[in-house]
């Protein structure tokens, strides 16, 4: 029954918001009966399903939108505005019994009455709809002969009484338990049953069938007319064929049976697999260091067994690459919520609001997937609420009435950015100044000493708020400390930037998950760190004469080019090492943008198994990530653009 009701959940999630996408798009295109007959299953499917569980009266409200998407098929009632808003109130609804029956196995005490409200509206939209007639037949006849003569008997007798003859095929869906259809339960309904066969539809598995999958196709001949017969089949209508008994004739196609599902693999042993690469690649590390150490004493055996070594290392990075594939999921799957809330929002403050989002298939880790809806969520409903202004206000600044907010993923420095945009009244840092001042964040003199820049970071700081009244949706700044703390957590960073009058832009930049990246091991501080490979464009060894004073700090000349030099453990905090006869740099950036970073020694390349920062490495700055490497010991991964971009702003 576990088994069972995690199946329920995790399908009838997806069911949710499939019929919420697709009534979405149905309101932006009304003529779109590919959309109409999607939203129809969902709900079909997801009030079948609601049957197995004591869900009485999230069933009798689906049942009731179930209804009115019918007679939206049958062009019986228009999809018009106030139709749309309620099934997808439906939607909504179910989404939040769906989680209080998940979390406490029942739904919500006021889900009675809800459910009666939203069963009575639903049905206000289909008063005067006339009942369906009925379907058109599903299916071809090529089966209908092989049944004839295996019925022969059983039809030659029914045929003496003179009475109208149907034969019938049904192929249930796989998973029609799930849906909470009972193929037995629906044929015994049917009326005149006088023949009945049941074959496999696909061979049984040596290790006997899976649980819970519908494997058989039920042929049978009932001596009731046709039309009478779809009356009891009207549920599962695409899952079955009729034809009139003698003389078949031809059915059109319907759309048939629905597609195979992808293998459903429990997290825990995906992420075993993982745990197991990443692994693999950390002791190649390890047979990479004993090369090294039997190189001293047979250089002939060491460059056989490198050999060997290095194609380990290919391999190892394939097969980790490979297994964290199965870890990744596109972040339509954060977004895919969104355009819903952003609708109910901006109804709900009587705004008009365009969203639209890019890069749905841009994948990350799971882990970062699903921790980055509720940042979004509180970022979206500040922008709705504080960063759109009112239709008036926007005509009066010569802006369109529709205010424009636009969400936006692509993959970046190995992770991937999320940029949310609008093009509201933006913010105006010397009004953040006035407020911080106001509500005593920090003393009037340091507060007039912040750059715009920093005084746009100021929103980030907890119980900030601009807002002039509490209301219901968050304001502009209310709470953006509790999603820098989300996002941080899950290894990011945000930033902010705002145009008053022209909008506000947030960037959050993920880790795209655990990874294999190539790094140059380097000493600083006596400690030993990773620098990106990716990030260091050369490195050098020259006396220390060649570096210079420079105002407060220190240069030299590369190849004609003044490059500032900055000491590593500096950096961190640590104590520089006292410099030797030679100093050795590496190179960072390119053009004028170039900087060269004073280490005390440099180790060498590796390819690690990079990890976002966790426990108390999140969000501590200038961190990519960490590694263990093949002695054992731990490295931390250096973000050097982090570091240099924090001792600029110094």
Same mark, same amino acid.
């Given at each position: 029954?576990?088994?069972?009701?995690?199946?329920?959940?995790?399908?009838?999630?997806?069911?949710?918001?499939?019929?919420?996408?697709?009534?979405?798009?149905?309101?932006?295109?009304?003529?779109?009966?590919?959309?109409?007959?999607?939203?129809?299953?969902? =709900?079909?499917?997801?009030?079948?399903?609601?049957?197995?569980?004591?869900?009485?009266?999230?069933?009798?409200?689906?049942?009731?939108?179930?209804?009115?998407?019918?007679?939206?098929?049958?062009?019986?009632?228009?999809?018009?505005?106030?139709?749309?808003?309620?099934?997808?109130?439906?939607?909504?609804?179910?989404?939040?019994?769906?989680?209080?029956?998940?979390?406490?196995?029942?739904?919500?005490?006021?889900?009675?009455?809800?459910?009666?409200?939203?069963?009575?509206?639903?049905?206000?939209?289909?008063?005067?709809?006339?009942?369906?007639?009925?379907?058109?037949?599903?299916?071809?006849?090529?089966?209908?002969?092989?049944?004839?003569?295996?019925?022969?008997?059983?039809?030659?007798?029914? &045929?003496?009484?003179?009475?109208?003859?149907?034969?019938?095929?049904?192929? /249930?869906?796989?998973?029609?338990?799930?849906?909470?259809?009972?193929?037995?339960?629906?044929?015994?309904?049917?009326?005149?049953?006088?023949?009945?066969?049941?074959? /496999?539809?696909?061979?049984?598995?040596?290790?006997?069938?899976?649980?819970?999958?519908?494997?058989?196709?039920?042929?049978?001949?009932?001596?009731?007319?046709?039309?009478?017969?779809?009356?009891?089949?009207?549920?599962?209508?695409?899952? =079955?064929?009729?034809?009139?008994?003698?003389?078949?004739?031809?059915?059109?196609?319907?759309?048939?049976?629905?597609?195979?599902?992808?293998? &459903?693999?429990?997290?825990?042993?995906?992420?075993?697999?993982?745990?197991?690469?990443?692994?693999?690649?950390?002791?190649?590390?390890?047979?990479?260091?004993?090369?090294?150490?039997?190189?001293?004493?047979?250089?002939?055996?060491?460059?056989?067994?490198?050999?060997?070594?290095?194609?380990?290392?290919?391999?190892?990075?394939?097969?980790?690459?490979?297994?964290?594939?199965?870890?990744?999921?596109?972040?339509?799957?954060?977004?895919?919520?969104?355009?819903?809330?952003?609708?109910?929002?901006?109804?709900?403050?009587?705004?008009?609001?365009?969203?639209?989002?890019?890069?749905?298939?841009?994948?990350?880790?799971?882990?970062?997937?699903?921790?980055?809806?509720?940042?979004?969520?509180?970022?979206?409903?500040?922008?709705?609420?504080?960063?759109?202004?009112?239709?008036?206000?926007?005509?009066?600044?010569?802006?369109?009435?529709?205010?424009?907010?636009?969400?936006?993923?692509?993959?970046?420095?190995?992770?991937?950015?999320?940029?949310?945009?609008?093009?509201?009244?933006?913010?105006? /840092?010397?009004?953040?100044?006035?407020?911080?001042?106001?509500?005593?964040?920090?003393?009037?003199?340091?507060?007039?000493?912040?750059?715009?820049?920093?005084?746009?970071?100021?929103?980030?700081? /907890?119980?900030?708020?601009?807002?002039?009244?509490?209301?219901?949706?968050?304001?502009?700044?209310?709470?953006?400390?509790?999603?820098?703390?989300?996002?941080?957590?899950?290894?990011?960073?945000?930033?902010?930037?705002?145009?008053?009058?022209?909008?506000?832009?947030?960037?959050?930049?993920?880790?795209?998950?655990?990874?294999?990246?190539?790094?140059?091991?380097?000493?600083?501080?006596?400690?030993?760190?990773?620098?990106?490979?990716?990030?260091?464009?050369?490195?050098?060894?020259?006396?220390?004469?060649?570096?210079?004073?420079?105002?407060?700090?220190?240069?030299? =000349?590369?190849?004609?080019?003044?490059?500032?030099?900055? &000491?590593?453990?500096?950096?961190?905090?640590?104590?520089?090492?006292?410099?030797?006869?030679?100093?050795?740099?590496?190179?960072?950036?390119?053009?004028?943008?170039?900087?060269?970073?004073?280490?005390?020694?440099?180790?060498?390349?590796?390819?690690?198994?990079?990890?976002?920062?966790?426990?108390?490495?999140?969000?501590?700055?200038?961190?990519?990530?960490?590694?263990?490497?093949?002695?054992?010991?731990?490295?931390? =991964?250096?973000?050097?653009?982090?570091?240099?971009? &924090?001792?600029?702003?110094?």
């Amino acid at each position: 029954m576990n088994e069972l009701l995690e199946q329920f959940l995790v399908e009838s999630r997806e069911l949710v918001q499939a019929a919420a996408d697709d009534l979405l798009a149905l309101e932006r295109n009304p003529g779109d009966p590919a959309r109409l007959d999607g939203a129809f299953r969902a =709900v079909h499917t997801l009030k079948g399903s609601v049957a197995l569980f004591e869900l009485a009266p999230m069933g009798a409200a689906l049942h009731a939108g179930e209804d009115l998407l019918e007679a939206l098929r049958r062009g019986a009632a228009a999809p018009d505005r106030v139709a749309m808003d309620t099934l997808l109130a439906l939607v909504g609804a179910s989404e939040a019994w769906l989680e209080s029956f998940a979390a406490d196995g029942r739904l919500p005490e006021a889900a009675e009455a809800e459910g009666r409200a939203l069963e009575s509206a639903l049905r206000a939209r289909m008063s005067g709809v006339a009942a369906p007639s009925a379907p058109p037949p599903a299916a071809s006849q090529d089966w209908l002969p092989a049944l004839l003569e295996r019925e022969a008997a059983a039809i030659a007798r029914a &045929r003496t009484e003179g009475q109208a003859l149907t034969a019938l095929r049904y192929a /249930p869906s796989p998973d029609c338990f799930f849906l909470g259809d009972d193929p037995v339960a629906t044929l015994r309904a049917l009326p005149g049953p006088i023949a009945l066969h049941i074959a /496999p539809r696909e061979p049984w598995p040596a290790d006997g069938p899976a649980p819970f999958t519908c494997n058989i196709v039920i042929e049978a001949v009932f001596a009731a007319p046709e039309a009478e017969l779809r009356k009891g089949l009207r549920l599962v209508a695409d899952q =079955v064929a009729l034809a009139p008994v003698p003389v078949p004739a031809p059915a059109p196609s319907g759309p048939g049976l629905p597609a195979p599902r992808g293998l &459903r693999v429990d997290a825990a042993r995906v992420d075993a697999l993982v745990d197991l690469a990443g692994e693999l690649v950390v002791a190649r590390n390890g047979l990479a260091h004993l090369v090294a150490r039997v190189g001293e004493e047979n250089p002939a055996l060491a460059r056989a067994l490198a050999e060997s070594e290095a194609g380990i290392g290919r391999l190892a990075e394939r097969m980790h690459r490979t297994a964290l594939g199965l870890r990744l999921v596109p972040l339509g799957r954060a977004f895919a919520r969104l355009p819903r809330l952003v609708r109910e929002t901006a109804g709900g403050l009587g705004k008009e609001v365009t969203f639209t989002v890019l890069g749905e298939a841009v994948e990350a880790d799971r882990t970062v997937v699903d921790g980055l809806f509720d940042p979004l969520l509180h970022l979206l409903r500040n922008a709705v609420d504080h960063g759109i202004e009112p239709t008036g206000a926007r005509e009066a600044a010569g802006k369109p009435r529709t205010g424009r907010i636009t969400l936006s993923a692509a993959r970046e420095d190995g992770g991937v950015a999320v940029t949310l945009s609008d093009d509201g009244a933006g913010m105006d /840092p010397a009004r953040l100044r006035a407020v911080a001042k106001a509500r005593g964040v920090a003393d009037a003199a340091t507060i007039d000493a912040l750059d715009d820049r920093e005084a746009l970071d100021l929103v980030f700081r /907890p119980g900030f708020s601009t807002a002039g009244a509490v209301t219901a949706i968050s304001g502009r700044g209310v709470g953006m400390d509790a999603v820098r703390a989300a996002v941080e957590a899950l290894g990011g960073r945000v930033t902010l930037s705002s145009i008053p009058g022209q909008g506000t832009s947030v960037r959050l930049l993920l880790p795209g998950g655990a990874a294999v990246m190539g790094v140059l091991t380097v000493r600083a501080g006596g400690e030993l760190y990773g620098i990106p490979a990716e990030t260091v464009a050369e490195t050098a060894r020259l006396p220390k004469a060649a570096i210079q004073p420079l105002g407060a700090g220190e240069a030299f =000349v590369l190849r004609g080019r003044t490059l500032p030099v900055l &000491r590593l453990a500096a950096l961190l905090g640590l104590e520089p090492a006292p410099r030797g006869a030679t100093a050795r740099l590496l190179v960072t950036g390119g053009g004028t943008d170039g900087v060269a970073l004073e280490v005390e020694g440099f180790g060498g390349r590796l390819d690690v198994l990079l990890r976002p920062p966790q426990g108390l490495l999140r969000g501590l700055p200038g961190l990519v990530g960490t590694a263990l490497l093949g002695d054992g010991s731990a490295l931390l =991964v250096l973000d050097l653009p982090d570091l240099l971009a &924090r001792a600029g702003a110094a």
